[in-house]
């Protein structure tokens, strides 16, 4: 079977490190008999949206027909697009058109990056958060009153509904049951926000009734922000909703030394739809054109992809675990980028991992 890939590099740096995924995922193709065809997408940019007026073309969604999953780099040019209008117009439709409800970040510490906290080995932090992708508090519901006013009032509601909690926790209790540890931790906020929060914690409950075999932990946001800094070694499986999902999704790994590293999955894992595979981080308009993002987090999202579209199994796991042991390998003896204290480019970065899986 031919894997038919999107690839949209979309803003700043994403045009940076997207070449150096698809180095990297073209040698573990070759290397594993893999088919991958690239299918290559000049919209989802500021560029396109300057022309434009709109983020993507109308027919978006018919010209990614077919397509088995999307490769994305990021999206962002504050310069001339708002951020609200280019996430909403593009990454943010992607993830409910396609009801991509799970947004899978791993966080591992690895060897040979200097961790921000004190006392951390690599095998202290090492854990998953799982976001929910497709409503909660990410919503165009609300509005203005008496604007420009002294008595200006903005509302903004959150929207969370049974369906959608129950799919994110059963992933969620899934993928714990899956690991060794067998330990869910699920984020709330139930002492502050009154309605939604204690209900999501019922949720948990009630979902959780299928899985005694999993240890379950809630905990206020607050204080699970301070244990990812405090005592990462806790975590294991993280779930929250697409809010507070995001933000730890950035603290955790800052916590593992930058989020250059960090990858990510928006599933939707029935496969009715194709899943896109993005980093964590954004454009970076503040490093762009310097040739020195970190581009580990875009090739590692190539993995990722990989074993998804593989189920977990066969050529496609063997390529996800040789990109990951190639990215260990490089990230031990360098080069280095410099957000990890080296000095190489982002190309260097890119072929060192490329050279490393091909030779495997
Ligand atoms: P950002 O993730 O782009 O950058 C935050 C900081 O981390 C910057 O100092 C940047 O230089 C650094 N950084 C990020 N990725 C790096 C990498 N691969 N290597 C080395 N350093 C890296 O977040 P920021 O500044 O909040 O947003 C910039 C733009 O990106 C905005 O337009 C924002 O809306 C967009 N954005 C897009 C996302 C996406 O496409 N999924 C996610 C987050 C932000
Ligand atoms: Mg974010």
């Avoid at 997408?41 to 027909?65: I, V």
């Avoid at 799982?130 to 929207?159: D, K, P, W």
């Avoid at 990722?304 to 050529?315: H, I, P, R, V, Y």
Wanted: proline content about 5%.
């Amino acid at each position: 079977k031919t894997y038919r890939i999107a690839v949209i590099a979309g803003d700043g740096i994403g045009k940076e490190v997207m070449p150096e995924g698809l180095r990297v995922l073209r040698a573990a193709a070759g290397k594993f008999g893999i088919g991958l065809d690239f299918q290559h997408y000049d919209w989802a940019c500021a560029e396109y949206y300057e022309r434009h007026g709109a983020m993507m073309p109308e027919d978006w969604k018919a010209q990614l027909a077919g397509v088995d999953a999307i490769y994305f780099g990021a999206v962002g040019w504050p310069r001339t697009v708002p951020d609200h209008v280019s996430l909403w117009g593009s990454l943010l439709q992607f993830r409910r058109q396609f009801d991509q409800y799970i947004n899978l970040r791993p966080v591992r510490l690895f060897e040979g990056v200097r961790c921000p906290l004190a006392g951390k080995a690599p095998g202290d932090i090492d854990f998953v958060v799982v976001r929910e992708n497709t409503e909660g508090e990410y919503t165009n519901l609300g509005g203005r009153i008496y604007a420009g006013t002294e008595r200006e009032i903005v509302i903004q509601e959150s929207v969370f509904s049974r369906f959608g909690a129950d799919r994110v926790l059963k992933f969620a209790y899934e993928l714990s049951r899956a690991r060794a540890r067998k330990q869910l931790t699920v984020a709330t906020k139930s002492n502050g926000i009154a309605l939604s929060m204690p209900w999501w914690d019922e949720r948990a409950d009630e979902v959780g009734q299928s899985y005694p075999d999993i240890r379950v932990d809630k905990q206020h946001i607050d204080i699970l922000c301070a244990r990812f800094v405090l005592q990462p070694e806790r975590f294991d499986v993280v779930v929250a909703t697409n809010l507070f999902g995001d933000i730890l999704s950035d603290l955790g790994p800052a916590c593992t030394g930058t989020i250059g590293l960090a990858p990510s999955a928006n599933l939707n894992p029935e496969k009715r739809f194709p899943s896109l595979f993005e980093p964590v981080h954004g454009s970076a308009p503040d490093i762009y054109g310097k040739g020195i993002a970190n581009p580990v987090a875009m090739i590692w999202s190539g993995a990722m992809m990989l074993d998804f579209l593989g189920d977990g199994a066969g050529a496609c796991r063997a390529a996800h675990d040789a990109i990951v042991q190639a990215i260990e390998e490089a990230l031990r003896s360098g080069p280095l980028t410099p957000d990890l204290g080296g000095s190489a480019t982002t190309v260097e970065l890119g072929q060192a991992i490329a050279e490393r899986v091909a030779a495997g």
